[in-house]
């Protein structure tokens, strides 16, 4: 009798430290757990800690970006009490949210609000182009049945886009909408033709006039805000390169060195970006002027014109469909923008 007690006495005491040391700090991956939503589930927010996430938990991801099935994670900055706390410190935070951020409605419900991480972007002005939208899909793919589509992939990779932009005091033009798609975070993204041009023009059907459409935006914008650094970046998900094995493109007029630098510096971004968590892969894309692109030679700001893989091939779709890849995308792309803003 006077054993029993004793073991269960110690068992008790040990189950104590492991919970208080390790399992609230840690959790374990599920199936169909991305990093987004494990961090979610955990009252943590997401884009808040992404980073420091896979800093912490690097070894443990595939591609830097997924899980393992049954791997323990490191949790950033939840310590202890994480289960019963959980509602309230989600509380805690959106209110904290209300105070200090600004609400974007085109971002979505989710997404609306916009908390400040730096001013670094302050003076910076960006027109963001998705590429496509309204009568034009782009490219299209069929993808467990279901049909996808180019431009709502990189429409969402561009709202991400902006909104690391925005986080960091950056005036942000976002020509190509969608007032009913914020930032999506499934795979399948539904494809709809009801985008409009900045701020509310319809999309016209025929090519030329849809790229003339954007360029006088651009242009007239351009106008508006001269003086300022001003930079534009256009989108795609396609890839007019065929048969190269070539990860992102980036392009830009040749007689633009601003262009050409902007274009220089995103690229450099995603080489450091691939040393650093995918020591595995090599980075093989490019990067060149292109001046025979309509959007390229017409528009007046310096811009880079960004082909992120093709929709179309098998191998970057598990790159696009995933919407933690769609977010480092956007999020390398963004410090990218930084390191060209910082050195002008
Ligand atoms: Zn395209």
């Known amino acids: 009798m006077y054993k029993l007690f004793i073991i269960c006495f110690l068992c008790l005491g040990q189950i104590h430290v492991v919970c208080s040391q390790d399992t609230l700090a840690t959790v374990t991956a599920e199936k169909g757990d991305g990093i987004l939503s494990l961090l979610r589930k955990h009252g943590v927010d997401p884009y808040q800690y992404y980073d420091e996430f896979v800093n912490v938990n690097i070894d443990n ?16 900055k939840v310590t202890l009490d994480t289960v019963p706390i959980e509602s309230s410190l989600q509380e805690q935070s959106k209110e904290i949210k209300k105070i200090e951020g600004k609400t974007y409605d085109i971002f979505g419900e989710d997404h609306k609000t916009v908390l400040p991480k730096s001013e670094r972007l302050k003076e910076a002005v960006y027109y963001l182009v998705s590429g496509h939208g309204g009568p034009d ?5 069929v993808y467990k049945g ?7 992939y990189a429409y969402d990779i561009t709202l ?6 925005l986080a960091h005091g950056a005036k942000v033009y976002i020509i190509i909408r969608d007032e009913n798609d914020g930032i999506r975070e499934e795979r399948i993204l539904d494809l709809d033709n009801d985008e409009v041009a900045y701020p509310d023009k319809t999309i016209p059907l025929n090519q030329l006039a849809r790229l ?17 650094y001003q930079r534009l970046i256009v989108t795609h998900v396609d890839s007019r390169s065929k048969g190269q094995n070539i990860d992102v493109f980036f392009y830009h007029h040749e007689k633009s060195k601003n ?4 274009a220089e510096n995103i690229h450099k971004t995603f080489q450091s970006k691939y040393k650093k968590y995918q020591p595995n892969r090599t980075y093989s894309g490019t990067f060149e002027d292109r001046t025979s692109l309509y959007l390229v030679k017409k528009t007046h700001p310096a811009m880079t014109f960004i082909e992120i893989g093709n929709i179309r091939n098998k191998k970057d779709q598990r ?16 410090e990218g923008v930084i390191l060209d803003y910082e050195e002008r």
């Open 319 to 334: 790159r696009i469909l995933e919407p933690d890849n769609r977010q480092a995308l956007a999020k390398w792309i963004s």
């Open 160 to 165: 991400r886009l902006a909104k690391e932009l």
């Open 212 to 228: 003339r459409q954007r360029v006088d935006i651009v242009n007239n914008l351009y106008k508006k805000n001269k003086g300022a």
């Open 61 to 76: 991801l595939r591609d830097s970006v997924h899980l393992y099935e049954g791997q323990t994670y490191a949790i950033p």
């Open 259 to 262: 262009g050409k630098r902007l």
């Open 137 to 141: 899909p782009g490219a299209m793919a």
């Open 146 to 152: 279901k049909p996808i589509a180019e431009d709502e």
